[in-house]
């Protein structure tokens, strides 16, 4: 599974990095809109795990080209805020699979990266 990681506090990623590679899964990571946005353009990604609140750029414009670019990738994004609290963001991104706090354990959230990067019934795979 390929897992693309669009957070702006590097600790942070890395965290989730190591705890998604000990899964057996190959994961990228982007600090901001531009570098996750040049990222997809030219890797197939199954799941993105993105910051609401990026450093750099906006998260619900990542989702947006991802919805367009590779429709099937999921996304699971994260905040430390109470913005969306009311699960509105799932109307406002299409792609959006999960919303979480920052602090969710990290084997939590490999587990629902595993969980919504399975296999769509509408990949056509087996």
Known sequence: MKVLIV??????????QRHLERMGMTVARASGQVDAINHLSTHQTDVIIMDLMLGDGSALAVADYASYRLPDARVIFVTNTSFFSDGSIFRHATNACAFVQSATPPEDLAAMVEHYGGVSEHSGAA
């Not at 957070?7 to 989730?16: G, K, P, R, V």
């Open 7 to 16: 957070e702006s506090q590097n600790d942070l990623a890395t965290l989730w």
